[in-house]
C-alpha cells in the first residue's frame, strides 16, 4: 500500500483512477480508496478489494481547469441536453454521468428526457465534469460560497470553492453580493470542475446600487447574459413570486426570508406591477436554451420558520413553479425547483409529494430544512436532519446549511463541517431510497472496525483526517495512538466487545 | 431585565423559577428565558412574555444535593410507582412529573400504571428530581458518562456530570470500567438531580479482574445489592441474550458490539450454560422492587452496522425483552428496553413498531441509531438523523452520541456537543409528534430573529454561548458585533431579507 494520496493530506490512501467510456475524451474520474490486508487468526492474509467512491475533487492542479467538454461541444448544435436526449440521443455529458451513477446511459437520457433530471451544464463552461441531478440517482449536495458587503475576496472564495468540492460538493452555488462580484464569479468558473449556479438578480441589485425601484427588465437581462458568457450552469430564478402572493406573505409570522423573493415583493409593491421575471419569462427561457443553462427556479416564499411552513404563500409559489416549469420544457430548457426552509418533521413529505405533483417530477433542491428554529451554532445538523428526510422521500439536490447560518458568513471551517454534515444526509438518504451498491462503503468500514484496522476506519470515512485526530486526541497522557491497537479509550481493552467477538470466534 | 443568571455564563438571562404542586414538597423547577422589549415603526415598545422551559440543571450549587424526596421516601409502604399507580395513588413524584410536562397528574398516573411510561427513581436516591420517560411525553436524552481503564477521574466525571445536565441530559449513565468505580459512582449519585444509570455487569466483571469465567450470580447479585443501596435509579440488565441467540449472532458482519452482551455471550460459551442474567431473572426482580429501581433491558444484540441491522438476532432477543418486561411488571417493577444501534433510516420504523409489539408498549431507549457507518468524527449529527427520525415515530429517550464514537472517550467538548445534537434531535421529535406548545420557543426566537433582538436570539437557542459567539466571530475585521445590527455578515445590510420585510410592512 502506497502512503501517497492524489488527494492531499486530508485522504490518505486514496488515488484517482479514471474509467473510459465508449464516447471520445468520456474519462470519468473516481476516488480509490486502498484497504490493508486482513489478518487472519491464523496468520494468514486476505485482500480487501479498494473501494471506489464518486469524485467531486476535480483534476488536481492550481491553474484554470482544461476544456474538458470543449470537443463535444464544437461539435454540436445549438440543442439543450433535453432536446438531445428527446431526440433520443446520447450524449457524452450522458454516458459521463451514467458511469459516474453506474447506470445505464440510456437510463440517462430518459430520466433527462422526462424532465425527471437535469445535468446543468453550459456549453461555455466547458471546464466542467458532467454530473445528473434527479431522485433516481445519488442524491447530491450543493455549497454556498461567495462574498458579502461585509468580506471575503476572490482567493478566499477560490480556496472556499475548492475546499467544498474536496469534501465533496456536487456543485457549487457563488452568492456574492460584494465587491467585485463578475471577477469573482470568473475566477471560479475556470478553476471549478462542478457546475456553478448564481442568483443573477444580486448583481443586477448591484448594478443599480441596492436600489429595488431601479431594478428592470433591461438590467436584469444584461445581467442574465453576462453571466451565460461567463459559463454559469445554473441561475436561481425568482419567477414564482407573483403580486398575488405578497398579501399572502405579509399574513406570517416573519414574512419573505428569500432574499431574492424579499426584493421582488418590494419591486412589485413599489412599482404596482407584476413580476418582471414571470412577464419576461418566455424570453429568459430563449436566452436560457441558447446556453443550455438549467433553471434552479427560486423558492421566493420559502419558510423562514417552523410556523410559516406548508402555508398558502409557500404552496402558492410551488404551483406557479409548476406552470414556470411546462413553459421552460416547452422551450427546451431543463428545470429544477427550489424548495425549503424550515418545515417541522411530520410536515416535510407534503412538501415533497406536491413538489412532485404541481412540478410534474422536474427534480427539487431544498435548503434544509430545518426541523427546529432553535439550532443556531448547530444549524448544519439541523439541516441534515431534514436533508436526509427530505432526500430519502425524493429530493435531488441538498443545499449546505453551515454551523453559522442564522448568523454569519462561513469560514473555510464552516465550509467542510457543512458539507460533510450534508454527505452523511445524502447518503443517508441513498441507503434509505435503495440506491444500488450504496451500502458497500459502509460494509467495508463496518469489516474494517470489526478487524482493527484503524487506518481503514479512518480512510473510509467521509472525513478521514478529523476521525484520526480524534482518535489520537482520545489517548492517555504520555501514551501514543498506535494504529496496531485492538481497542480505544471508549472502553478499554478488557471491555472492548470487538476483541470479545473475536475470542468467541477463535473459541467457537 | 437583569444582566445575571441562574445558569452560569452559557446561558444569559435564563433564571430558576419553581411552580407549586399541591403535595407537601413538590416544588418544581423551570428555567425562564427574560426577553427584550419588541420596538415597533412608531418607536413604542411591546413586552414579550418569558419563555419557560424544562430544567434539568438542578441546584445551583458544588456540594452534595438536599434529599428532596426524603421526606415523601419516609412515609411510604415499599412499593413502586408502578404499584402506587396500579393502586390509583398520585405520588409526589408523580404530580412532580406531571408539572414539568404540564399535564395532569391523573394522566402521569395512568401512563405509568399501563406500563408505558416510568419514573426511575430509587429509594436510595433522595436527591433526584423525577421526571417522567413515555412516548406520550417529552422525549428525553441520556448522557453516558464515567471512566475507562485508559483513563479520567472522579473530579473529571463529576465534572461531566454537571455539564451533561448543564446543557439538557435528562438522565445520566455512569458507564465507568476504570479505577474507583464505586467511589466515581457514589460521588455522581450524591451531586446528581436526575436519575442515574448503571450497567452492573461492567463492575462485576472488574471484580473478578475480567475473567468472564469467573463471572456468577452470586458476584453480580452483590454488585446489584452494593448498586442500589447508593440509590442507583435504573440498571441496564443484557438479560435477553440467550444461548440461542449467539449463533445467530455469528452469522453477522460484526458480531456482538455491545459489551454486555458480548461479555454474556462468551460466559455462556465457556460454560455451556444459560445466562445467569436470565436464569436469576426473577430473583432480581425482587431487588429491583425492593429499591423501586427500574429495568433498563438491554439490547445485547443490537446492530453494530448497517448489513446487521433488524437480524434475526436482534429480533429474537427483542421476543424475549418482551417476556422479561412481563415478568418484571408481574414483579411490581418499572421497565424500558433499550434500542439500536446501527440501522439505515428506511429500517427504523420496523424497530420502533415491533418494540411497541414485542414489548407491550414499555417505553423504548435507544442508542442513535445512526444511520450510516461513515461518520466517525461527526457521529453525533449521525445519531441525530435516526434519533430524530425514531423519536417522531414514538422513542421515548435517546441516549447520546458523542463526535468521539467509534473512536475514545468524549471529553467535555464533546459531551456538550453530544447532548445539544440530541436536544436538538429530540425537540424534532416532539414537534413531528406533536407535544403540545412545543412550537413556543421555535416561534418566539423567530419573531425576535425578524425583529433583529440578537440577544433574544443567542438566549433561546440550545446552545446560547456557541451561537453568539459565531456570530462575533463573523464580523469583519476591525469590526464589533453590536446586539443593535440590524443585519448580519451572511447577507449584509443591503441584500437582509428581514430588513427589506419590515420595509414591505411599514410602506405596505
New interface residues.
Partial sequence: MTQTSDYGPFFPHSRKVYVNGTQPGVRVPFREIELAHTINHDGTENRNAPIRVYDTAGPNTEGPLPALRAPWIAGRNHATQLEYARAGTITPEMEFAAIRESVAPEFVRDEIAAGRAIIPLNRKHPEAEPMIIGRKFRTKINANIGN????SSIPEELEKMRWSILWGADTVMDLS??KDIHETREAILRHCPTPIGTVPL?RA?QKVD?D?NKLSWEVYRDTLIEQAEQGVDYFTIHAGVLKKH?PLA?KR???????G???M??WM??KGQESFLYTHFEDICKIMQAYDITFSLGDGLRP????DANDEAQFGELKTLGELTQLAWKHGCQVMIEGPG?V???LIKENMDRQLEDCFEAPFYTLGPL????????D???S??GG??IG?YGCAMLCYVT???????P?KEDVREGV??HK??A???D????IPNA?D???A???A??EFRWED??N????PE??R???E?????G?KFDVKQRY???????????R??H???R??
Fill in positions: 458579502s458587503a461585509l468580506g453580493t460584494g444580486y441589485l441596492g429595488v405578497v405579509a409570522l416573519i414574512g419573505i426570508v428569500s432574499r423573493g424579499s426584493i415583493a418590494q409593491q413599489n423562514g420558520c417552523l410556523a424550515h417541522p418533521m411530520h426541523v427546529t428554529d432553535l439550532a443556531a451554532g448547530y448544519h445538523l439541523n441534515a436532519i436526509a428526510l430519502w454551523p453559522k447560518e442564522h448568523l454569519g458568513l469560514n460533510v454534515a452523511i444526509a447518503h443517508a438518504a441507503l434509505a431510497k435503495g451500502q462503503r459502509d460494509n468500514i463496518s469489516k472496525r470489526f476506519q479512518f473510509l470515512c467521509f472525513d478529523r476521525a485526530r480524534f482518535r486526541q482520545s489517548m492517555p497522557p501514551e480505544c479509550s471508549m472502553c478499554g481493552e478488557k471491555f472492548c466487545s470487538m470479545i467477538n475470542d468467541l470466534r473459541e467457537g
